[in-house]
């Protein structure tokens, strides 16, 4: 099933343009593969956002998402591909936020944040290529106590994310390339125990992505506007947990469910390092 594959495999599916290539059958269903192929990629790079509950306080802080990548279907039509693996894939982050009361139960809050990877890939794909990711995002949240013991938000937020693969990636002969530029926006509830710092959330989201895919021996360039409009792209949902280990650090595990995609879980880590006060956290 496509919703298995992860985003190194659109070198793959190119391998087999020529066995697929001598008929027009084949070509068509190479094709549509492909592009397939090239969407999943491009979802997978996408790095969707947690809903950590955002502190009234002001705070500096770093943070992970890490995604746990699907293993692969080694399938691309007819043929059956020996595939790399590169198990987690994470873009680190710093974010800065803030918070003002409403009144004696009401607060609203926001937070802002950007994060870059540059690396190679050689030893977690099997090929020679580099790997550059950015994204940035903003999100706000309303939060009430009025329920008790309990803490309840709901916000929503903008995300950008950009990311490339270049280098020797179908052979040896060429430089190839694959990009992706996707626009997220979301929206998400969530309750927190307030004593105990257990949280859950339920996050919504849709994208507008556009990816290519160039292969320099085989002159191939595929282009792809993906997009809720175009009925390609389907609405993300993304469930999770999490908890306050302490006034610095909090970790959540979610599951992020893309129908007819992909369903991957992801573990999450968000360190404080300056608060409000000024002081740094130990």
């Not at 027009?24 to 492909?34: E, H, I, K, P, Y």
């Not at 003002?100 to 099997?126: D, H, N, Q, T, Y």
């Not at 849709?206 to 175009?230: G, P, Y």
Request: one cysteine or more; aromatic letters at 6%; proline letters at 5%.
């Amino acid at each position: 099933m496509l919703s298995r594959n992860r985003f190194m495999l659109f070198a793959v599916c190119l391998s087999a343009q020529t066995t697929l290539g001598e008929s027009a059958q084949g070509t068509v269903l190479w094709m549509d593969q492909a592009q397939r192929l090239q969407e999943v990629s491009a979802t997978l790079l996408d790095t969707m956002p947690v809903a950590v509950p955002v502190p009234q306080r002001s705070r500096l802080g770093v943070r992970a998402d890490i995604s746990f990548l699907p293993t692969p279907n080694p399938r691309v039509g007819a043929k059956l591909e020996s595939l790399p693996s590169a198990p987690v894939q994470s873009i680190p982050s710093v974010y800065a936020s803030t918070g003002l009361a409403l009144g004696s139960s009401e607060s609203i809050s926001g937070e802002v944040w950007v994060g870059f990877l540059p690396r190679g890939v050689e030893k977690l794909m099997g090929i020679k290529a580099s790997l550059q990711q950015i994204q940035w995002g903003v999100r706000s949240e309303l939060s009430s106590v009025r329920a008790g013991a309990a803490r309840w938000l709901v916000g929503g937020g903008l995300a950008q994310t950009r990311s490339s693969i270049s280098g020797s990636i179908s052979s040896l002969n060429g430089t190839d390339s694959f990009s992706a530029t996707s626009m997220l926006s979301f929206m998400h509830v969530s309750v927190q125990h307030v004593r105990s710092g257990l949280w859950g959330a339920v996050t919504l989201g849709q994208k507008d992505t556009k990816s290519r895919l160039t292969i320099e021996e085989d002159k191939t360039d595929l282009e792809i506007r993906d997009t809720l409009q175009s009925a390609k792209q389907p609405r993300w949902t993304q469930v999770s947990l999490g908890l306050n280990i302490s006034e610095s650090l909090s970790i959540a595990i979610s599951e992020l469910m893309v129908p007819d995609r992909i369903d991957m879980p992801r573990l999450s880590f968000a360190w404080t390092v300056l608060e409000s006060s000024g002081t740094a956290r130990q």
